[in-house]
């Protein structure tokens, strides 16, 4: 017993210290954070042995957006007629209030392999959207389970530049960013995308803060077709959304609270989703119109999709089937107000639900001849476009 | 032995908090800050110190507006709630703690609540602005939200209860004979506040100024809801970086000097002022 011993803290001290730079390693060293780069389903799965394998659970999670499907007295009668039909609970939760931050939730979960715990989810047709498609992280749809979708889809539904095969996408309703403006603060009716950058209403003008909005009705100002559109046409429009805001023209850049601006008196004019401007003329805002611009409007339509890992498939395809069923998708379109998929739900809301205001207005069913006149966002297929857009638009919102 | 393993067995529950939630995140900040990559190929450590004064260069605006909107919300609030503090402690008598209680009470509802709350009040037909374009003394297009003064008013109000209390709390303190003895020595209403409350104060002032001041200038929400095309906050920076375009490297690298700045903030306060203060008259 010559040699000293290690005292107890001098033992500790190592042990910590030993533990301490392990771990520092780990994290400085080995690091860096996966991507989602071959996560999502392999190339070649056979996808209708898949489906064949899949049961009826008799349960399903579906996530959407609020105030998105017809609610009466805090229940929602097409769930409650499903579930009677089907005998499938429907878990609904309104928890999406914006697809960067729904995507940033779920993506993690995805990447590892896991199920994020919602059978069905509600996206917007844009770069989350592409991006749980590329990934693979999206269960193809077994369409033989959906004879109500052959049926009764409209065009809005059948005709997707994002997914012409429709592998992925049920659209859930579709819409239209255009402007809005209020009668009692403008001179005269308008029709131009012009009076957002009239210096007229400087400080009134409204403006949406999700850069995909921003910049193409930029582009749509320009006179240039947005789905044709360069990077040397989003720069112009950049300029042009520049020159708005510096000259004061801009009040602010705002996500859905632009309606209670224009509600308020805030703005006299602002860019604007159909079915908002709807919902607020029927709610004591007569003086609020919409209108589709000369230069046209921007349609966009929120899917229906199955993302992989998804525990009851079966059922959630089942309630897809369903609310194409032209009584069903009736009763959301009259309390939503947003475009219809399906046609035939037309008289349907004009008859049996004794409500003309909405089965005619042209923001609900629209005309083929009013289709033609939407316009389909730019097209953002790759990170490296995508960056190039937000590079160019977020610095604007954000100045 | 024992005395000398004593303190750190007793640090130690603090020490391993401090590791776990502190020092580990912190590292992975930094070391994610150093990355480069994009969403889909991950991310890999590549060293990439530019990253800083990259960000710094392209965001200095927001930073800087963060300090200033952050600085003077924080000054206001301290001359909105010293008298109100002083009054609950030399005044309040009995019902000290229901006053207390009813500063705290618009707290317990959400943030977010309160701020859209804020939106209503300072609408441009709303009760405020209306009622004095109403009496003339506004233009017709005289406007506060959407401005910094929107903002910081939201900041303010935010930060009421947070400075009142650390104050309330070192004026409770205050040993009355103190100041009694001070008029018993013929020293003004003024001179006793001057030299005898106002010195004793000083800690909670600090204290009032470090908790809100720290938060106000890293809040995103209060520029989100109530400002204007040119009130960005770095936070609001911070949460777009992270949330909606998934760069986690320029994120963590405003994060990292956000908090370098807060802490050489800290830091000079401290030395000019705190240490100072509290050593004299704590």
Known sequence: MTQPRLSRRQVMKGAAGAAMSVSLAQLIAA???????????????????????????????????????????????????????????????????????????????????????????????????????????????????????????????????????????????????????????????????????????????????????????????????????????????????????????????????????????????SQAYSG???????????????????????????NMVIPYHAENPVDAIEWINFAYNPEIAALIADWVNYICPVPAAKPIIANQLDDPTVANSPLVFPSEAELSRLKEYPVTETLKTHEQWVGLFDPIIQS | MKSRIGPYLQSAPAMLWLALFFIVPLLAIVSISLMTGNSIDGYTLTWNFSVFPDALDQYSAQLGRSFLYGGISTLLALIAMYPVAYWIAFHGGRRKSIFLFLLLLPFLVSFIIRILTWQFILSDEGIVLGTLKDLGILGENAHILSTPVAVITGLTYDALPWMALPIYVALEKIDRDLVEAAGDLYASGYQQFRRIILPLSAPGIYAGILLVGIAN??????????????TTMIGNIIQTQYVQNGDYPVASALSLMLMLALLLCVFVYARVFGTRTIQEYA
């Open chain 2, 217 to 230: 200038i890293g809040d995103y929400l209060s520029a989100q809801i109530l400002g204007g095309p040119s």
């Open chain 1, 276 to 302: 908002d401007v709807f919902q607020a003329q029927n709610s004591g805002y007569p003086n609020l119109k919409f209108v589709i611009p000369k230069q046209g409007g921007v349609i966009w339509r929120d």
């Open chain 1, 31 to 269: 690091c860096g954070l996966p991507g989602s780069r071959d996560t999502g389903w392999t190339a070649g799965t056979d996808w209708n042995a898949w489906w064949r394998d899949q049961q009826k659970n008799g349960s399903f999670n579906f996530a959407s957006w609020p105030l998105y499907i017809d609610t009466d007295g805090g229940k929602h009668p097409s769930l409650d007629k499903f579930t009677k039909e089907t005998g499938i609970d429907v878990t609904y939760s309104p928890v999406i209030q914006d697809n960067a931050s729904f995507f940033s939730q779920i993506s993690p979960v995805l990447q590892n392999g896991q199920s994020i715990g919602y059978d069905l989810i509600v996206i917007s047709n844009g770069w989350q959207l592409t991006q749980l498609m590329q990934n693979k992280w999206l269960i193809p749809l077994d369409h033989s389970r959906m004879p109500n979708f052959r049926k009764y889809a409209g065009t809005v539904a059948t005709d997707l530049a994002y997914d012409p095969h429709l592998t992925y996408c049920a659209v859930w309703q579709a819409g239209v960013t255009a402007i809005a403006y209020d009668e009692k603060q403008v001179d005269g009716p308008i029709d131009s995308l012009d009076a957002l950058f009239d210096p007229k209403y400087k400080g009134k003008v409204g403006m949406l803060s999700d850069p995909d909005e921003l910049g193409t009705a930029g582009l749509l100002a320009l006179g240039i077709n947005p789905q044709t559109s360069t990077y040397a046409d989003w720069q112009k429009s950049a300029d042009l959304l520049t020159r708005q805001r510096d000259e004061g023209i801009v009040r602010q850049y705002y996500d859905n609270s632009y309606i209670k601006a224009l509600e308020d008196g805030d703005l006299a004019i």
